[in-house]
């Protein structure tokens, strides 16, 4: 107030001396860029929202797993022992981390980044081969994990640093007395994160996203969603998964917000961390709603903090929403989202939710449906979901005909989504033009699959749909056409790619045929096998 005092008294005086006024001006102007360098400061850098949840309540619970606890001093001094272990460790860019939901995964990861590094978190799910590739790719000579993925690791291409095996507490100590050094100085469209997601042709791909995107998405999902630092956050999500990634671990931070992470989903654990922790805030895909659903003991007296359950990662079955509901008294808002954008495009909130739709987009965020020509649809009209906004990824990493394919001339993401936006601007998803299936949370497309299978030398062709499954709301179901005189059974199939693809994307049926349904043109038929099922 009393700044805005002293501008008037100054512009009054101004106007009766010419000279004054030009100061004015000057001063305004200023001002006004000094306003838009503290904005472009901010927007650019993840690292700053910890430093600044550090310098507002440094005492502020931010990060708990069960075994410790991190206030955001402690954080902050965590991430800056890890800055300092990669800067000695590693000259590459791009550092890979193999952690679960814990207090040392955000630690680790605003330890690469305040190292001026590109992290690069990996799927402990996969099989080896399949981190190999991505390791590879990514050209990655550090992965930083922690001893129960030792064996996984043993045979990659890269070094490894165990967390078991660093002095961390001795280091946090010395931390402390030491002056805390600023975030560095980054271009806002610099990579911060590689997130490898399931390729069309079976070949993983890294989507890269930077500061502008991560920043962008995490403040515009917190105002659609409105909430703030008063949020308990339950952090159940891997953070491989950009949902995990974006919504359980930076948005907290950008909030100076607290968080619980489990590492490992169990129904009781989530349900007793939710009461015990009073809770206000989770994110989780609908399968793991649909779990919670059958744990006997729980009531609705467990969910009593809860203010917002979001749910995303695959489509909602309403039996779930509505017994959710109903049961425990927790209306689930939907939102949606892909890898490339960051993830959300999105989200239902408390104050505007829509059933059957995935909420309303959020700000800076352009969602519009197109008809198989590319032309736009108007309201209600079925078509492919294009989104154009600042959380748009950069790219697939090296892969430039590929991020060709998906963004438009104009800036466009092509989503490979069916749906529609209605006269009040909700977004429902109505199908998928692409044939990625969507497994506890996690793309996987059928033709990684299909390559597994047929790798096999009796196998000839091979072919994947989903199917609904009250677990993991889809699970892949093989066909498979084998070589003449060749008889292997679907569980020898099973067992033969165990070894290269992970275990959630192993069919669960493999089913022998004599032949598969082909069009005119020899095109497999896919949707005549979902007859069969």
Known sequence: MHNSIEISRFEHYSRRNERG?????????????????????????????????????????????????????????????????????????????????????????MGVLWAKRTAVPLNFLLSEDELKAIITDAELDLVITVRHFSECMSCQPCRTIFLE???????????????????PNVNPMDTAVI??????????????????????????????????????????????????????????????????AIPRFNPLAVVRAIRDYRISLMMAVPSMYAAMLRTKSTTA?????????????????????????????????????????????????????????VGKPIRHVEVRTVDENGESLHAGG?????????GLMKGYYKKTAETEDAIDSEGWFHTGDIGCVDSDGYLAITGRAKEMLIIGGENVFPREI?????????????????????????????????????????????????????????????IVKSDLPVGPTGKLLKRQLHTHV
């Open 21 to 109: 006024l030009t100061l004015f001006r000057v001063l305004r102007i200023a001002r006004q860029y000094a306003s838009v360098l503290l904005r472009l400061r901010v927007n650019q850098m993840l690292i700053d929202s910890l430093i600044n949840s550090v310098k507002r309540t440094p005492s502020a619970p931010a990060v708990t797993d069960g075994t410790r606890s991190l206030n955001y001093r402690q954080l902050a001094d965590l991430a800056s022992v890890f800055r300092g272990i990669i800067e000695r460790a590693s000259g590459c860019e791009r550092i890979g981390i193999m952690l679960p939901a814990s207090t040392a995964f955000p630690a680790v990861l």
């Open 165 to 183: 095996d660093l002095p961390l507490k001795r280091k946090m100590v010395f931390e402390r007395f030491r002056a805390r050094r600023k975030a």
């Open 195 to 260: 997130l490898y997601t399931s390729g069309t042709t079976a070949q993983p791909k890294g989507v890269e996203l930077t500061y502008r995107n991560l920043h962008s998405n995490c403040t515009d999902t917190i105002a659609a969603l409105d909430i703030d630092s008063s949020h308990r956050f339950l952090n159940i999500l891997p953070p491989f998964h950009v949902f995990g990634l974006t919504g359980t671990v930076l948005v907290p931070i950008v909030l100076g917000a607290s968080s619980f």
């Open 301 to 357: 007296d467990d969910f009593q903090s809860v203010i917002l359950a979001v749910s995303g990662g695959e489509p909602l079955p309403d039996s779930v929403r509505k017994e959710f509901e109903e049961r425990f008294r927790v209306v689930l808002r939907q939102g949606y989202g892909l890898t490339e954008t960051s993830p959300v495009v999105a989200a239902g909130s408390v104050a505007h939710h829509k059933t059957g739709t």
């Open 382 to 390: 079925e078509g492919e979901i294009l989104v154009r906004g600042p």
């Open 450 to 510: 299909e390559a597994a299978l047929e790798a096999h030398d009796d196998v000839l062709q091979a072919a994947v749909i989903g199917v609904p499954d009250t677990l993991r709301g889809e699970v892949p179901i093989a066909y498979v056409l084998c070589r003449p005189d060749s008889n292997p059974d679907g569980q020898d199939l099973r067992n033969f790619v165990k070894g290269s693809i992970a275990g959630f994307k192993i069919p669960k049926e493999i």
